[in-house]
C-alpha cells in the first residue's frame, strides 16, 4: 500500500485483508531533482517516525498550495476547471494532479487524463507548478530512518516531458545513503529502460522490483499490471534496518 505521501490506508487495508492478503506497509515518498519530481517508494517504514510523519504533513500541505496554483494557471489558460471539484475527486485523499487531471478532462478542454498530463501537466507543461520537496537522497534517508526500505519508483519517468534523464551517478548516491532497490519493470518503462535499470540495481547490489504504479481510475494502468515475486518481496524484507 503506497500512496503519495501517506499511510492513512493502511490500517483499512490491514482489516479488509484479514488473513487472506499480507499488507505490507507504505508510501510513495515525493521528491525532487533540480525541479523534477523523483518519486521514493519506501516499505515497511514506521509512520509514527516524527522526521517522517513531519516531512509527510508538510508535503501533504504542499500539495493543496500547488494544486490551488496549478487551477489558477489552467484559469489563464481559459480552462475553468474548478477546485472544488477538484477536492471532491480526492475526497479524503491527499490532492493530487490525477485529480485536477480528471476535473479537466470535465471541463471538455482534453479527451482523457493522460492527455492532461502530456498537454498540460507533465514537468515544464504549461499548467504545471513545481512542487518544493526534499532531495531524494535525503528522501532515502528519512525513509531508512524511519525502518523502512527505500526503493526508486520508476526512474525511467524521470524528466519525460523535457527529454531529461536522471544521472546514474543520483542513484549510486541514493544506494550509498542506504536505498534497498530499484523499480526497474514498470508498465510505462521501455525494454530499454528495463535493461539499464536491472543492469543498474544489479552493479550496486540492489534489488530488482517492479510495480503496476496504480493509484486509482486516473492511471492507464491496471492494478497488478507489473508485480514482484515472493522471493524479491523476501529481499527487500530482508534488507529492514
Given at each position: 500500500?503506497t500512496d503519495?505521501?501517506?499511510?492513512?490506508?493502511?490500517?483499512?487495508?490491514v482489516l479488509?485483508?484479514?488473513?487472506d492478503?499480507?499488507?505490507?506497509?507504505?508510501?510513495?515518498?515525493?521528491?525532487?531533482?533540480?525541479?523534477?519530481?523523483v518519486?521514493?517508494?519506501?516499505?515497511?517504514?514506521?509512520?509514527?517516525?516524527?522526521?517522517?510523519?513531519?516531512?509527510?504533513?508538510?508535503?501533504?500541505?504542499?500539495?493543496?498550495?500547488?494544486?490551488?496554483?496549478i487551477?489558477?494557471?489552467?484559469?489563464?489558460l481559459?480552462?475553468?476547471?474548478?477546485?472544488?471539484?477538484?477536492?471532491?475527486?480526492?475526497g479524503?485523499?491527499?490532492i493530487?494532479r490525477?485529480?485536477?487531471?480528471?476535473?479537466?478532462?470535465?471541463?471538455?478542454?482534453?479527451?482523457?487524463t493522460?492527455?492532461?498530463?502530456?498537454?498540460?501537466?507533465?514537468d515544464?507543461g504549461p499548467?504545471?507548478?513545481?512542487?518544493?520537496?526534499?532531495?531524494?537522497?535525503t528522501?532515502?534517508?528519512?525513509?531508512?530512518?524511519?525502518?523502512?526500505?527505500a526503493v526508486?519508483?520508476?526512474p525511467?519517468?524521470f524528466?519525460?516531458?523535457t527529454?531529461?534523464?536522471m544521472?546514474?551517478?543520483?542513484v549510486?548516491e541514493m544506494?550509498?545513503?542506504?536505498?534497498?532497490?530499484?523499480?526497474?519493470?514498470?508498465?510505462?518503462?521501455?525494454?530499454?529502460?528495463?535493461?539499464?535499470?536491472r543492469?543498474?540495481?544489479?552493479?550496486l547490489?540492489?534489488?530488482?522490483?517492479?510495480?503496476?504504479?496504480?493509484?486509482?481510475?486516473?492511471k492507464?494502468?491496471?492494478?497488478?499490471?507489473?508485480?514482484?515475486?515472493r522471493e524479491?518481496?523476501?529481499?527487500?524484507r530482508?534488507?529492514?534496518?
Open positions: 500500500m503519495h505521501d501517506t499511510m492513512a490506508a493502511v490500517d483499512e487495508a479488509a485483508a484479514g488473513d492478503l499480507e499488507v505490507i506497509p507504505g508510501t510513495e515518498f515525493s521528491a525532487e531533482l533540480d525541479g523534477v519530481s518519486h521514493v517508494l519506501g516499505y515497511w517504514p514506521d509512520p509514527r517516525d516524527v522526521a517522517l510523519a513531519e516531512e509527510m504533513d508538510r508535503l501533504r500541505n504542499e500539495r493543496e498550495r500547488r494544486a490551488v496554483a487551477v489558477d494557471r489552467f484559469h489563464d481559459d480552462v475553468p476547471v474548478s477546485m472544488a471539484r477538484v477536492r471532491e475527486l480526492a479524503a485523499a491527499p493530487g490525477p485529480h485536477i487531471a480528471t476535473a479537466v478532462v470535465e471541463t471538455g478542454a482534453a479527451a482523457t493522460p492527455e492532461v498530463f502530456d498537454r498540460f501537466l507533465a515544464g499548467a504545471n507548478v513545481p512542487k518544493h520537496a526534499v532531495d531524494p537522497v528522501a532515502v534517508r528519512l525513509l531508512v530512518g524511519a525502518g523502512g526500505v526508486l519508483a520508476h525511467g519517468l524528466g519525460s516531458r527529454g531529461e534523464t544521472d546514474d551517478a543520483v549510486e544506494a550509498a545513503a542506504g536505498m534497498g532497490g530499484i523499480e526497474a519493470d514498470h508498465p510505462d518503462h521501455t525494454p530499454e529502460q528495463r535493461t539499464h535499470y543492469d543498474l540495481a544489479r552493479g547490489g540492489l534489488v530488482v522490483t517492479a510495480g503496476s504504479d496504480y493509484h486509482g481510475d486516473g492507464e494502468q491496471e492494478l497488478g499490471d507489473a508485480s514482484c515475486s524479491t518481496v523476501e529481499d527487500l530482508a534488507r529492514r534496518p
